[in-house]
């Protein structure tokens, strides 16, 4: 199971090295490649001097769709990855609706990252009223296929490096998680639309996002098709975020 942190515009340096030197006194329990921190981009440097030599890889919230150049308050794929970054979250609900970040986008940066040789969490999710209408099924696929469609005609951008996170936007911050029976049946159309229409070479990882703590991340994980989950808000205290990675082994 993957235990995911996203920080979001959270912790100042004192506060995210308190957070994670908890974390740390665990690392010996940790999987490799299974515990992954999102912090905001000011603090990676201070953050990755900490991870560097432990089991918990370190990413950012989002990237670049250009190289380098003239784009103000930007920062490139290259630029990640030469921070000691493996990851990168692209196209969370909170980008798409605040920066008006469309799927198409998405799936540019979503190429830059992969070939900066980053990997790459995609962020998919309907809003409340898609899932009222009782068409967010229509709407993910979209989202989905749209997402990955500068990626999709090239097998080498599709080996190991694309993990999906579906958050419903309606799930985000609220407290209201979605169903087990939600979960279980968005992840599995996620994965048959994956196998019909992409070249994937490995078993493409998809996490849940939404609401996520330590009193409900045990029935999360054993849901089919869950592969991991994304966390918010239960990421910002080190003894709540602890115990979902628990939950997860
Ligand atoms: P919460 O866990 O705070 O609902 O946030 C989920 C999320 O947006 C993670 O990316």
């Not at 407290?175 to 048959?192: L, Q, R, W, Y």
């Given at each position: 199971m993957i235990v995911a942190g996203n920080w979001k515009m959270n912790l100042n340096i004192n506060e995210a090295i308190e957070l994670s030197n908890g974390l740390l006194k665990h690392n010996e329990v940790?999987?490799?490649?299974?515990?992954?921190?999102?912090?905001?981009?000011?603090?990676?440097?201070?953050?990755?001097?900490?991870?560097?030599?432990?089991?918990?890889?370190?990413?950012?919230?989002?990237?670049?769709?250009?190289?380098?150049?003239?784009?103000?308050?930007?920062?490139?794929?290259?630029?990640?990855?030469?921070?000691?970054?493996?990851?990168v979250i692209i196209g969370h609900s909170e980008r798409r609706s605040l920066c008006h970040e469309t799927s198409s986008i998405v799936s540019q940066k979503a190429v830059k990252a992969v070939s900066a040789g980053l990997k790459v969490i995609i962020c998919i999710g309907e809003n409340s009223?898609?899932?009222?209408?009782?068409?967010?099924?229509?709407?993910?696929?979209?989202?989905?296929?749209?997402s990955l469609s500068d990626l999709s005609n090239d097998n080498?951008?599709?080996?190991?490096?694309?993990?999906?996170?579906?958050?419903?936007v309606w799930a985000i911050g609220t407290?209201?998680?979605?169903?087990?029976?939600?979960?279980?049946?968005?992840?599995?159309?996620?994965?048959?639309i994956i196998s019909s229409n992409y070249q994937f070479n490995y078993d493409l990882?998809?996490?849940?996002?939404?609401?996520?703590?330590?009193?409900?991340?045990?029935?999360?994980?054993?849901?089919?098709n869950v592969d991991g989950v994304l966390v918010g808000g239960a990421s910002l205290k080190s003894d709540e975020f602890l115990k979902i990675i628990k939950n997860s082994m």
């Open positions: 940790f999987v490799e490649e299974k515990i992954i921190i999102f912090p905001s981009f000011l603090i990676i440097p201070e953050i990755y001097n900490l991870f560097k030599n432990s089991k918990i890889s370190i990413g950012t919230q989002d990237c670049s769709m250009y190289d380098n150049g003239a784009f103000t308050g930007q920062v490139s794929a290259e630029m990640i990855k030469d921070a000691g970054c493996k990851y009223k898609d899932r009222e209408k009782g068409d967010y099924l229509f709407v993910l696929e979209d989202q989905l296929k749209q080498n951008l599709l080996s190991n490096n694309i993990i999906i996170a579906y958050e419903p407290g209201n998680t979605a169903s087990k029976k939600d979960i279980e049946e968005v992840h599995k159309f996620i994965k048959e990882p998809i996490l849940y996002g939404g609401s996520v703590n330590s009193k409900n991340s045990s029935e999360i994980f054993k849901i089919n």
